[in-house]
């Protein structure tokens, strides 16, 4: 009987929403008609119930009530890196809830400096459909550094990340070779200085020798 002076959605997530003094709206409309409405400062992972309304003078009309639930974002945790060499390390994560869609990425992410994310050094396992552990290469690595490192995966929702860990890529040890001493016709004195130990700390340590130059552990040692 009069032109609405507001129209828009109503919603809650206990069903029935109504209009309320402080309810936003989209203001009178200048025509019947479709229109949409920004819905804002919802819940992940929630179910919500949506019913259209227009006020005019005699009051305020409803239409049909409508559910749906809000996107989820996956959930994912950090296990310990292994394999870690001097230039290279395996990542390991755990997806323990897909969320509301399956992702479509999912791997591990690092930096040098913390917090990282997919805009920093990152792996991409793909698209999963099944929760549970993965492991991803790490690669490029720079030997005695330490890195932070998060499991992530996307999804329509989203990217979460998983708890920070770190981790020292490994770092040779540095040995000079130092003059022979006490040389006889059998037996001879090798003498050598370690200036640094690498990481982590050496195994083990000593001389090799052959006849041919170039000696390894492969020779005698």
């Known amino acids: 009987s009069s032109n609405p002076t507001a129209h828009g959605v109503v919603f809650n997530a206990s069903a029935t929403p109504e209009i309320y003094a402080l309810s936003p709206h989209d203001g009178p409309p200048g025509a019947t008609g479709a229109f949409t409405s920004s819905m804002t400062g919802l819940t992940t992972g929630t179910t919500y119930y949506v019913r259209a309304y227009a006020t005019n003078e005699a009051g305020t009309s409803y239409g049909s009530q409508v559910s749906f639930t809000s996107d989820q974002l996956s959930t994912v945790t950090t296990q310990a890196v292994t394999s870690v060499g001097t230039s290279t390390a395996t990542g390991n994560g755990n997806i323990t809830d897909l969320g509301s869609s399956n992702p479509t990425a999912h791997g591990v992410v690092w930096n040098t400096s913390g917090t990282p994310t997919t805009s920093d050094s990152s792996t991409d396992e793909g698209a999963t459909s099944a929760t549970g552990v993965f492991t991803s290469s790490m690669t ?12 992530y995966a996307t999804n329509e ?17 540095t040995v000079t070779t130092q003059a022979m001493t006490s040389v006889g ?27 041919s130059g170039t000696p390894t552990t492969s020779d005698s040692s």
């Open 185 to 211: 016709t059998s037996t001879a004195t090798g003498n050598g200085n370690i200036t640094d130990l690498g990481v982590p700390n050496p195994t083990a340590h000593g001389m090799v020798w052959n006849t």
């Open 157 to 173: 929702a989203g990217t979460s990340y998983g708890n920070q860990i770190n981790f020292t890529a490994d770092e040779l040890a």
């Open 140 to 151: 490029g690595l720079t030997p005695g550094t330490t890195y932070y490192v998060r499991a």
